[in-house]
């Protein structure tokens, strides 16, 4: 690139940047919000909430990068047009085509970064988020503690804890346990969970004593320092993961084995999947085209581009909404995946169409027969 054009990139990318972070941070804080279920309810620590949080970010990265190119760029090339840089780079000689280069290139950079987190980080991100939300859903520990209440378990378990501190401590706990076969509870002072040297989750009581019914009816006490209650019993599930198309990688969506086909959806649904993953990036290039447009595609104006601004806008928020009808509609069609491609492409065609028929002159349609018609009675 020439030094105008490198000028003119580091002048657009700037703005871009800030404009995705932004949209970046906003996306993080409603995700963290909704999160907090995970502290208030699950009783789980702020790192698996920080943890989940980030692990959602690539699914919104296919979203918030069209976007924040879109707004990026149509803040830069306001300031470059009202400033008259542009006019100043088209007066020296500077082709239009020069000009938008630096845009369209920095379009391209974005189409490969949002390609890049499609493919690889979203369906990476999406399985490890839920591996983590079915590890806590199954976790024993959150679903037998629960601050000031009897919560019944499985296999006959109810567990009493009277206070839980923030470090996982638990303050005067009582377990009941009648499984048919034996009738026996547990009081202690303290009591945390853990793992045996096996690896089998355990309860560790603390200061306390065990009661039990015999079979001729005689109770039986125990007092104890330190007891290993093991809950290996209670823990067993044959619950798993399910996942969804989102979750997929490419190669699965393409050729999806019968297990997946039963358990994630149909065919159509992880085709149409495949083809948005790959078609939704080429929205990237019609916000930097529908941006050009609405400041390059027209005369220069004093009073500002907020019509037009408007215009592009409204625009490229429809063809986005329509990309995702479709996406929709592929799922029962699969000639319309091809829809998929044509859109961007098409909106992007036209936009660029609008910067550049900005060079030719203004000419008033005539009729020709009403030309020599003129020129006879003239």
Known sequence: MTLIQRYFFRQIALPVAAACAALVGIGILSQSLDQLEIIVERGQSVWVMVKLTLLAVPQLLAVILPIGLFVGALI????????????AAFASGVTRWAVIQPAILLAAIVVL?????????????????????FAIRT?????????????????????????????GLMKNLFVYLDNGKAVRTWD??????????DGAPTLLLKYG????????????????????????????????????????????????SPAVLAR?????????EAHSRLSSPLYALTAMAMALAAIMGGAFSRTGYGARIGKAAAVFLVVRV???????????????????YLLPIAATAVALRLVFMALKPHRRRTWPAWRRLKARFA
């Open 76 to 87: 830069s090339l306001t300031r470059l047009q009202r400033e008259q840089e542009l006019t």
């Open 113 to 133: 970064m949002t390609l890049a987190t499609t493919l690889v980080l979203q369906p990476a991100a999406q399985r490890q988020a839920r591996a983590e939300a």
């Open 139 to 167: 976790d024993l520990a959150a679903l037998l503690v629960e601050e000031g209440r009897f919560v019944q378990g499985p296999g006959g378990l109810t567990v009493y804890v009277q206070q839980v501190e923030q470090n």
């Open 188 to 197: 202690a002072n303290e009591a945390r969970f853990g793992r045996s040297a």
């Open 209 to 256: 004593t065990m009661q039990e019914y015999s079979s001729k009816g005689v109770l039986n006490q125990l007092s104890f320092d330190s007891l290993p209650f093991d809950l290996s019993p209670f823990t067993s599930t044959d619950e798993k993961v399910r996942y969804k198309p989102s979750d997929l990688w490419i190669g699965q969506l393409f050729n999806p």
């Open 264 to 272: 994630v959806g149909t065919h159509g649904e992880l085709l149409a």
């Open 322 to 340: 329509l990309g995702y009808v479709v996406v929709a509609a592929s799922a029962w069609n699969g000639w319309l995946n091809l829809l998929q």
